[in-house]
């Protein structure tokens, strides 16, 4: 089994930064790509960012200039740098990956357990 346990949430004022870690572990043998959704309550889950094996990256055009994914890959580690926060970028931020385990030939998507991230204004 395969675990992603996020961590950087929490309650910043309008303008200010946040940095969410989501670290993947379990039988690893290679994850494809990385990304992190977010969902306010009675809304669907909305890609925010995404990285492909380190290299390709992709964001949401609200968060575009604001906000930075990388990746450690010796560590199966993904970051969100969130820069110039604003109250609509509240929400329940989740990391998501496609993991290949020991023992498989294809790839499982996985998620995180969510991190709460609270901007005021």
């Known amino acids: 089994q395969v675990q992603l346990v996020e961590s950087g949430g929490g309650l910043e004022q309008a303008g200010g930064s946040l940095r969410l870690s989501c670290a993947a572990s379990?039988?690893?043998?290679?994850?494809?790509?990385m990304n992190w959704y977010r969902q306010v309550p009675g809304n669907q889950r909305e890609l925010v960012a995404g990285i492909i094996s380190g290299i390709s990256t992709r964001y949401a055009d609200a968060v575009k200039g604001r906000f930075t994914i990388s990746r450690d890959n010796a560590n199966n580690t993904v970051y969100l740098q969130m820069n110039s926060l604003k109250p609509e970028d509240t929400a329940v931020y989740y990391c998501?990956?496609?993991?290949?385990?020991?023992?498989?030939?294809?790839?499982?998507?996985?998620w995180g357990q969510g991190t709460q991230v609270t901007v005021s204004s």
């Open positions: 998501n990956a496609q993991v290949k385990e020991r023992g498989s030939d294809r790839f499982n998507n996985y």
């Open positions: 379990g039988s690893i043998v290679s994850i494809l790509t």
